[in-house]
Every structure is written in structure tokens, then in C-alpha cells.
């Protein structure tokens, strides 16, 4: 339990301030979340925990949500990055590059240019909205299948679906405004 | 690109953000994780067949059968302890009547000295 915990508190943190936008609001709900994995499933098996977990942890940050009424949070920063909307540029996923790099900056000047590469992906994923945010971090992250990401959101395998891929559009959209290639 | 490669090409890049995370932050989760490693109970498995956490029965994914077993040793006990209380059930009129009919009268062991002479070793 405790190496299953340790290997998941950083992402599941990340995710929590994608979600929520504050770091104290986020490491209170990888706390209560880690606290009732370990309290209510101590006998399940090392193999149902990563999704057992995952359910938790977005149950939490959707009982954050509840408590703090802040669900228009991120609408308005849709509106301020242009996510919301379709356009007839066609699919930004078509023209965004692919580099084969290492993904090793070599130089300051590549740190450099990669943490503002990683700011601009974070600032993107948190403005999306809170479905579209769940299904890609779930499937594209955590690397859920469709079926297990649906049980974790509850909602149906097409819901997932369509949510994947609005986010994944709107992430290429919005990195694609910015000049950035993966 | 279609949208897996888009999702796995944003993999790394997540996974280095999450590896970024502060040292401060970094301690708070670790000290989160062994809060709720406090109130974690490594699950006991006796026979294979119950789980025991805490002192409570966990019995939610076991059969009625199973359930029924977690109950076996304390019935099994009671049991011993009943046949016990029923063997050393001793008649207190026999202790009386054999009592009377040693050749030493029951004065004898109000005697101290006698008793203390009785609880002294022998040759």
C-alpha cells in the first residue's frame, strides 16, 4: 500500500491542482483520498488499487467542488484562452509536429524553453473543462482504458469518448496558438 | 497526428511536471502518505479465509460459508470450556464425606502447628 501510494501522490497531487487551481486545496484532497484508500480497501489487491484510487481521488475533488462552489472557475478561463467554440481552422491536431527528440534540454536556454513549454501545457490542461480534463488525464495520463476510465467517471464508454477528444483538440488548439510542438 | 499519439506525446511532459513538484509540497504529500499509512492495518488472512482488520471482521467479499467460519474458533472454544466447567464438576459432599472419614478428626487442620508441620518438606 505504502510504494502504491508513494508511486501515485505526486501525479494525483498534479491532478488535484489542475482541478482546483490551489495547491493547499489540492494536497488536502490527496490526503483524504490517500487516508480512505488506506482506511476503507487495506484487503483489496495491489492490482485494484490504482483504479480504486483514482475513483476516490476524483470523488474528492468533485466534493471540493461542491463545498466551494467554484465550477464557473473555468469556464471564464476557457473563454480568456478561445477553447470553447468551433472554428473552421480545420483539425489542430493535424498540423501539430512531432518531435522525436529526447525531450533532455541540453542547454539552459532548452531548460528554459521547456519549462515554459510545461507551464503553457498546464495552464492549457487546467483551463479545460472539468469532464474533458477528468477523461484525458484518466486515459492519456494515468493510462486508463475507455471501459476503466468510464467506471471511474461514471458516465457511459461514449461519454469518455467524445470528452477525450474535445480535450485533446482543444489542448492541440491552444498549444498550436502558442507555437508549441510536442 | 490522431489523438492517442497526441495523448501519449503529453505523457512525458505531465509525468515531468508531476516529477517538478516542490520540495515543500514533496514533504506534505509524504507526511499525507504516512497519516494515512497510520490508519492502515495490514490485512490478517487466517486459514485463507477471513480478513481481520483492526479487530473488526472484514467480511465483505467473503461467502456465507466463509463468514460462518470466522466464528469457528470461539464456538470451538466456548465448547472446550463447557466440557471443562462439566468434568471438574467436583460433588462438594464427597470432599465432606471423605473428609470424615480420614482417621485424623477435622480439628486436626485448625491446628497450626500441625499445619505448619504438613507444610514442611519430608525427609
Known amino acids: ?182 | 497526428m490522431n489523438e492517442n499519439e497526441f495523448g501519449s506525446k503529453m505523457k512525458p511532459w505531465l509525468d515531468r511536471s508531476a516529477a517538478a513538484v516542490g520540495e515543500m509540497q514533496a514533504t506534505r504529500l509524504r507526511a499525507a502518505r504516512l497519516r494515512a499509512m497510520d490508519a492502515y492495518r495490514e490485512p490478517v488472512r487466517l486459514l485463507g479465509l477471513v480478513t481481520v482488520n483492526a479487530g473488526t471482521a472484514q467480511t465483505l467479499h467473503y461467502s456465507v460459508f466463509q463468514r460462518a467460519m470466522l466464528f469457528l474458533p470461539i464456538a470451538a472454544l466456548i465448547a472446550v470450556l463447557a466440557l471443562k466447567s462439566v468434568d471438574d464438576g467436583s460433588d462438594p459432599g464427597d470432599i465432606d464425606a471423605q473428609l470424615l472419614t480420614q482417621e485424623l478428626p477435622p480439628d486436626a487442620f485448625l491446628d497450626q502447628d500441625f499445619r505448619s508441620w504438613l507444610g514442611k518438606p519430608q525427609g
Not at chain 1, 487495506?42 to 492490482?47: L, Q
Not at chain 1, 488499487?49 to 470523488?59: D, E, G, V
Request: aromatic share 6%.
Open chain 1, 1 to 182: 500500500m505504502s510504494d502504491f501510494l508513494a508511486s501515485v501522490e505526486r501525479r494525483a497531487f498534479k491532478q488535484a491542482v489542475f482541478a482546483v487551481h490551489e495547491e493547499q486545496s489540492a494536497l488536502d484532497i490527496v490526503q483524504d483520498a490517500m487516508l480512505r484508500l488506506a482506511e476503507k480497501y487495506p484487503d483489496r489487491p495491489a492490482a485494484e488499487l490504482p483504479l480504486l484510487f483514482q475513483r476516490i481521488l476524483q470523488n474528492a475533488i468533485r466534493d471540493h467542488f461542491r463545498r466551494s462552489k467554484v465550477r464557473s472557475t473555468w469556464t471564464t478561463l476557457l473563454g480568456n484562452l478561445g477553447l470553447g467554440g468551433e472554428d473552421d481552422e480545420g483539425d489542430p491536431l493535424d498540423v501539430m509536429e512531432v518531435e522525436e527528440s529526447s525531450n533532455i534540454p541540453a542547454s539552459p536556454a532548452d531548460r528554459l524553453e521547456q519549462s515554459q513549454v510545461m507551464a503553457a501545457i498546464e495552464e492549457a490542461v487546467k483551463a479545460l473543462p472539468e469532464r474533458q480534463r477528468e477523461a484525458f488525464m484518466l486515459r492519456y495520463w494515468e493510462e486508463l482504458d475507455v471501459s476503466e476510465t468510464a467506471k471511474v467517471m461514471g458516465c457511459s464508454e461514449g461519454s469518455v469518448k467524445t470528452h477525450c477528444s474535445r480535450a485533446t483538440h482543444a489542448l492541440a488548439k491552444v498549444l498550436r496558438a502558442k507555437g508549441i510542438t510536442l
